[in-house]
DNA sequence: CATATCTGTGAAAATGTTTTCATGAGATTT
DNA sequence: AAATCTCATGAAAACATTTTCACAGATATG
C-alpha cells in the first residue's frame, strides 16, 4: 500500500506510461477499452498523482504564500481567511506564514518560499527587507498588504485602506461629538501604517484649529502590541487632566486599553470616549462597542487573492494600488459632549 | 535574472554539478579555492535551491498540512498559530486548509495533501470520511484534533480534551450555585464532540438526581453554528418557565446566545446565567465574562504538532491517545440562587 | 620502481511527471 | 491494389536535485 506512481499504474494495466497520464489528463484520446482498464486499477490503488514531480516539470505549484504579521490578530485572520477562501475555489493552496513583525523571520519566509517555488506571495512586510523584496519581485508575482515598500525597483501590487483618511475620520468623529481635548495611542512610526494614520490624526486636529506639536501631551507611542494600548491607557489618563477621549490606532492596542478601563473602572463612554482603528472580533458582545475606522478586511482579503491570481496569470501587468476608503463605524463608545470646556 | 539553477552555478563557476551540490550541502570536502569560488558565484547570483526538485528527490517536503474547521473560529485558530509556531522552530512549513465543516472539502483536502506529498497531516475531521482517512492514515502520518475516527484501521494519534468530563463539569459548577433548571444548547450530536459533551451534561444532571429524558424541556439540538445559539437561547428563553441557567456546547453558539441576551435585554447573570464549552478571544472585556470549560488549546495545539513531527520521524510509532482533562474557568455569568425553587 | 591506496572531481542514474516525436496498424483514396 | 493518411500508443527527453560509481592524479608502501 505503499505510495503508487505512475509507473506501477502502468505496469499494472499492461499500458504505457504515457497512455496512463492521457486517462489521467484527458489530454488525447485514448481507446474506450484501454481507458477503462486503466480507470479501474487507478481506482482499486487508490492512485494519486504526485505534485511535487508534476510541479518540476511545469515549474508552478498552484500555491500562494502568505506572510502575515499576525495569524491571531482578527484583522489578518479575516484577511487570511477571506484569501483562503477564494484561492480554494481557484484550487490553489496556501502556505501559511506568521512573522510576529521579526525583519529575520520574514526574510526567512522568503527565502523558503522563494526555492519553494511557490507561485506567488502575499505580504504583509515588516517594513525592514524592503531590498530584497524589490529584487525578489524581479521574478516572483507579489501583493503587498497594508505596508508599502519604499524601494523604487519593486514591481507588483499594493492593496490598501487610506490610513491617512483613517486618521482624519477618527478625529472628525470625535469633534463632531464635541471633543477637544482629544488623546492619541499611536502605533509604530516607523512603519508607514502607524506613521500614516498619525499624520491623518494630526492634519485633522490642524483643520479644527488644534494644533499637535511636537510636546503635544495627550500622545503615547507604542508598537501596535495590546500592552501598549493598556500601559497607553493608564498614562493618559492619570494626567491631572486627562484627554474627553482617546484614539487608539489599531485593534490590539485598542482592547489593551479597554482592558486598562476595565480594571480601573473607567466608564466608556462615560468617563472617556473611545475610538478605534481596526475592527474587532465580536465587537458586539464587548462590554462597549467601539466608535472604530473600519477596514473592510473582507475586500482587502478578497482583492489581495485576486490580485495575485492575475499577476499569476500575468507577470507582466504594471504596478496597481488599490487603495479603500475607509469608513467609521458606530459604536456607543464615544459620547457627545455639550461645551463645558 | 530569471531562476537560477545548479547547472547554471555550476557552469559560471567551471565545476560540475556534483561539485555545486557538495558545497551546498557540505556532504564531503572540496578544495578551498574551488569551494569559494562556487560560493562568490552563489552569492552574486542569489541563487537559492529548487526544493521542488529535492522533495522529488527525497520524497519529503517538510510541509506539514493542517486541516481544521474554520481558521476564524477563536479555538482553532489558537491551535493554529501555537502549531505553527513549532513548526516554523523545526523548519517545517504549513499548509492550512479549512473545511467549514464540509465532509467533500474535506476530502478534497485529503486527496490534495495526499497528492502534495505533504509529510504529515494535523486533522480536525468532519467526522465523514472515516473509511478514506483509515486508509490515507497506512501511509501518511495523521494526528487527530478533538474528532475521534471510528474506524478500527485507523493509525495515528488523538489528542483531545476530554468532552465528557467537560459536559459534567458545566452541570456540577452550575448545581454547586444552585441551580436545577438547566438548559442545554447543543452541539452536532452527530460529531463525538457534541454527543460526549452532552453524554457528560446527562450523566452530571443524573449524578444530581435530575434526569434527562428525550422529552426533556430544555434542550435545543444545534451544530455548533453561531446563529443557533442565538435561536437557541430565545426557544429556551421563551418557554412558560425558562431555565435558571444555559449550558452552551460551544465558544460560536454562545456568542450568538450573548447576542441573543443582549438584543433583548435579558441581563446575565442577574436573569440567567450561562457556562459556555470553550473559550472566547478577549473574553475579558465581553460585556460579561462567561464561565466556561477552558479546553487549553495553547497546549493542544503544540502537542498535536510535536505528535505529527514525532510521527514523521517514527511512522511506526503504536497509536496513542493524549485526553486533557479541562477545567472550569471561573467568570461572572453564573449567579449564585438561594434555594427559591 | 612498481604497485597499492587515497582523494578530489565529474558523469550518470534516479526521483515521478508531461509531452514531443516516432511508429505501426488500420482506414481511406485513387 | 497501391499509396496516402489518420490516429492510438509507446519510447525517451526534460524538469532540478542528490548520490553512487568511476576515474585520474597524487601519495604512500613494498
Redesign the pocket.
Known amino acids: 500500500m505503499a ?8 505496469r499494472l494495466a ?9 486517462v ?2 484527458g ?5 474506450p ?3 477503462s482498464r486503466v480507470r479501474k486499477v487507478i481506482e482499486d490503488s487508490q ?8 510541479s ?4 508552478n505549484t498552484w500555491t500562494v504564500g502568505s506572510i502575515i504579521s499576525d495569524i491571531a490578530n482578527s484583522y489578518f485572520n479575516i484577511i487570511a481567511k477571506v484569501s483562503l477562501d477564494l484561492l480554494r475555489e481557484r484550487n490553489y493552496s496556501m502556505i501559511i506564514c506568521s512573522t510576529e513583525e521579526d525583519a529575520d523571520r520574514e526574510l526567512n519566509y522568503l527565502r523558503f518560499l522563494d ?1 519553494r517555488k511557490v507561485d506567488g506571495i502575499m505580504l504583509n512586510s515588516t517594513g525592514k527587507n524592503d531590498d530584497y523584496i524589490a529584487l525578489l519581485s524581479q521574478r516572483m508575482p507579489i501583493v503587498l498588504l497594508n505596508r508599502r515598500i519604499r524601494h523604487a525597483g519593486f514591481r507588483g501590487d499594493f492593496i490598501d485602506s487610506s490610513n491617512h483618511e483613517g486618521g482624519s475620520l477618527m478625529v472628525d468623529h470625535l469633534f463632531r461629538h464635541g471633543h477637544r481635548r482629544i488623546g492619541v495611542i499611536n502605533g509604530d512610526l516607523g512603519l508607514s501604517t502607524g506613521q500614516e494614520r498619525f499624520e491623518g490624526f494630526v492634519e485633522a486636529m490642524a483643520r479644527h484649529g488644534l494644533s499637535v506639536g511636537s510636546d503635544y501631551p495627550f500622545r503615547f507611542d507604542g508598537k501596535f502590541h495590546m500592552d501598549e494600548g493598556f500601559e497607553g491607557a493608564r498614562v493618559l489618563c492619570e494626567k491631572s487632566r486627562p484627554p474627553t477621549a482617546i484614539a487608539v490606532m489599531n485593534n490590539a492596542m485598542a482592547i489593551g486599553a479597554m482592558k486598562y478601563f476595565k480594571a480601573r473602572h473607567i466608564r466608556v463612554p462615560e468617563d472617556i470616549s473611545l475610538v478605534v482603528y481596526g475592527d474587532i472580533f465580536n465587537s458586539d458582545i464587548l462590554y462597549v462597542e467601539p466608535d472604530h475606522v473600519t477596514l473592510n478586511p473582507y475586500v482587502i482579503g478578497r482583492k489581495a487573492a485576486e490580485s495575485i491570481l492575475e499577476r499569476i496569470r500575468q507577470p507582466d501587468l504594471p504596478n496597481r494600488e488599490v487603495i479603500y476608503s475607509p469608513t467609521l463605524s458606530q459604536g456607543n463608545s464615544v459620547a457627545t459632549l455639550s461645551q463645558q470646556e
Chains 1, 2 share one sequence.
Open positions: 505510495a503508487m506512481t505512475i509507473k506501477e499504474i502502468a499492461g499500458v504505457s506510461i504515457a497512455t496512463v497520464s492521457r489521467i489528463n489530454t488525447s484520446y485514448v481507446s477499452d484501454i481507458e492512485y494519486v498523482p504526485n505534485s511535487v514531480a508534476r518540476l516539470r511545469f515549474d526555492g
